[in-house]
């Protein structure tokens, strides 16, 4: 194994200020995207695709949103379903409105309806702190929920309150949502729109504007000295962070699943997406993706493996058992490593870079 | 008494030129309480441009709370403030900042979990004005700004020594690195006027002395008018133009380091009085 970054000179602050400043990560990162763009498609079956690569990736999008406002910018959030819901009533109303709006346009506008509404539930952040706000993005939360269910505006009046994707091209006649649309198109779009957004917001996190977020996230005193206004921080944080958390959800209703209720949305969808980033690593684009990965991938697992070592277990155990492994495997984790798998993988290219040398 | 001793031992040290500069900051009357607590009792001094001026007295005197008045972070109930021929009631953070004033902390406020280069790149974060769609973008106006800053604080990390450090978090740095990497990160505002509260408190005398060069060049290189809080004499009598004492609030003495040295009520107010 081959780590190393000796002879490999920066002569440019704009070559040391690059995302992979190592050689061997940006050819990692190419081999990633072939493997995603190529290797998949030509291997991944239906259940693949439609069951684990979309929900990652959708999952993914949610993440990032999280931790731009909770790892980036240290403001606690458990409104997350909320603000997905939001996202995927707002492209309804959208798509439904305007039929001739691109896919594109929908997902977009929908996050901008998203930002502008978690603005607004981000304003008690300038008071209260910590738990406290969490509380607030609770009620942020609930209410959300409660108004999708009681307005019958935000469905189209349809009786059983479920919002279903009207069909709607990418492109020509290729179809992105509805019945005729098929699970590899949705892959490689979501895979596309994912990892522009995820470029966004590495971009975003390591500018001036991300800087102000760990400012006021590492010591919120010294950034108002420095001239940063706590304001226009942790809004701009509430703001750029449920712009993602809205095409998530948007994306969820359109292209994961085609049909959704509110309730889908509920707190344990915040929970889950929580869950995601302080697994993957809070403060990490990265480990928005490795949290939401293990979080999906986790109980497809823990469903299939003792199967596969041949141990038949009845059905309703093995579901009580995959709520305690994977309770116990989270606890676990925050013991052995508070700060994430995108640590740990730090951590291991850390030493990586030294081996077969301990110094 | 050892504070006395060390006020003996700097008479030895001839005195620097006093820059006869213009007055850059007024306090006028400047009264602060807390509930009943008066921290600053009617304290009027000014700062001249491009002088070391030390505020010293003992604990409790009000010193740090008078550097919180100057940059905003209290707001005294009477009194004013004139700063660049502007006469205000209080400053506010954002505008101290935009006009030139940078400080650093009794208790060190880094940004912990961001790395030296972070910390300064932070510091000059009111020069940068791309907005977030191209900071987004990066690749193009951003990249440029961010290039034309990271320039600058290149310079800094360079007069402060500390390239090594540049990617650590500075969580992770021992105490008068991080002390320096506060410095930097004030310094990276290009300040006009730098306060600075106890820079050298815990450090050994090594890391003191390198401090101490470091205060001295900043204010001849770069003209940058500095106020300090310093409780090791000899340091304030050797670098300092101007000393101010407080006690329990109240200004007791303001002048040279000699006139300060040779003043009873100083001399009260750290040994004590018979009465």
């Known amino acids: 194994m081959i780590y190393r970054e000796a002879g490999q000179f920066k002569t440019s602050y704009a070559a040391d200020q690059g995302i992979f400043p190592i050689r061997l990560d940006r050819m990692g990162m190419v081999a990633l995207l072939l493997i995603a763009y190529l290797a998949i498609p030509a291997v991944a079956n239906h259940y693949w695709l439609v069951s684990i690569l979309v929900p990652f990736l959708v999952f993914s999008m949610a993440a990032i949103g999280l931790n731009i406002l909770t790892g980036y910018a240290g403001q606690l959030s458990l409104g997350t379903g909320g603000f997905m819901a939001c996202g995927a009533f707002a492209a309804y109303k959208l798509a439904t409105a305007f039929p001739d709006l691109h896919i594109i346009i929908v997902l977009l506008l929908s996050g901008t309806i998203t930002a502008a509404v978690g603005v607004l539930f981000g304003l008690p952040s300038l008071r209260i702190k910590g738990f406290y706000l969490a509380v607030a993005t609770l009620a942020a939360q609930f209410f959300l929920i409660w108004m999708f269910n009681k307005f019958g505006w935000f469905n189209n009046y349809s009786p059983s309150g479920v919002i279903s994707a009207p069909p709607m091209h990418l492109f020509g006649d290729i179809y992105i949502t509805g019945p005729q649309s098929s699970p590899l198109v949705k892959y490689l779009f979501l895979l596309t729109f994912v990892a522009i957004m995820a470029l966004a917001a590495k971009n975003l996190t390591r500018c001036k504007i991300g800087r102000s977020w760990m400012a006021i996230r590492d010591m919120d005193i010294a950034a108002e000295i420095i001239g940063i206004r706590p304001l226009w921080a942790k809004l701009s944080a509430f703001a750029v962070s449920s712009f993602y958390i809205g095409i998530a959800g948007a994306t969820w209703a359109f292209i994961y699943t085609g049909s959704v209720e509110a309730l889908a949305f509920d707190i344990n969808r915040s929970f889950q997406v929580l869950f995601m980033i302080i697994i993957g690593g809070l403060g990490s684009i990265l480990g928005s993706f490795l949290g939401a990965g293990f979080i999906v991938l986790l109980p497809i697992f823990l469903n299939n493996a003792p199967g596969l070592v041949g141990w038949h277990i009845p059905v309703d155990m093995l579901a009580h058992l995959e709520f305690m492994i994977f309770g116990a495997l989270i606890i676990f984790f925050l013991i052995v490593e508070p700060h994430g798998l995108a640590r740990l993988w730090t951590v291991a290219k850390e030493k990586l870079r030294l081996w077969p040398f301990p110094h | ?275």
Request: net charge negative.
């Open chain 2, 1 to 275: 008494m050892a504070e006395a001793d060390a006020m003996n031992a700097a008479g030895a040290v001839e005195p620097r030129d006093v820059p006869s500069g213009e007055t850059v900051l007024r306090l006028s009357d400047i009264e602060l309480g807390f509930g009943g607590v008066k921290a600053i009792n009617k304290v009027s001094f000014e700062v001249r441009k491009g002088e070391i001026l030390a505020i010293i007295g003992p604990n409790g005197a009000g010193k740090s709370s008078m550097l919180n008045v100057i940059n905003g972070f209290y707001k005294p109930q009477l009194g004013s403030i004139t700063f660049k021929g502007e006469t205000m009631r209080a400053m506010q953070p954002h505008h101290a900042a935009k006009n030139g004033i940078a400080r650093t902390f009794q208790n060190i406020a880094l940004f912990k979990g961001m790395s030296t280069l972070d910390n300064l790149m932070t510091g000059r974060m009111l020069k940068m004005k791309r907005n977030a769609f191209w900071q987004a973008l990066y690749w193009g106006p951003a990249q440029r700004e961010e290039l034309v800053h990271r320039e600058a604080v290149e310079r800094i990390i360079d007069f402060l020594e500390i390239q090594a450090i540049r990617r650590t978090p500075v969580g992770r740095l021992p105490y008068g690195l991080q002390k320096r990497v506060e410095l930097g990160r004030a310094l990276a505002m290009e300040p006009d006027i730098l306060l600075l509260d106890e820079p050298m408190a815990g450090m050994n005398v090594e890391e003191k002395e390198d401090m101490c060069r470091f205060v001295l060049e900043v204010n001849q290189e770069f003209g940058t008018t500095i106020v300090l809080i310093e409780h090791d004499m000899g340091v304030v009598m050797d670098i300092s133009d101007r000393v101010v004492v407080l006690d329990h609030g109240v200004k007791i003495a303001d002048g040279t380091p000699d006139q300060v040295r040779a003043d009873q009520r100083v001399i009260d107010a750290y040994l004590g009085v018979s009465h």
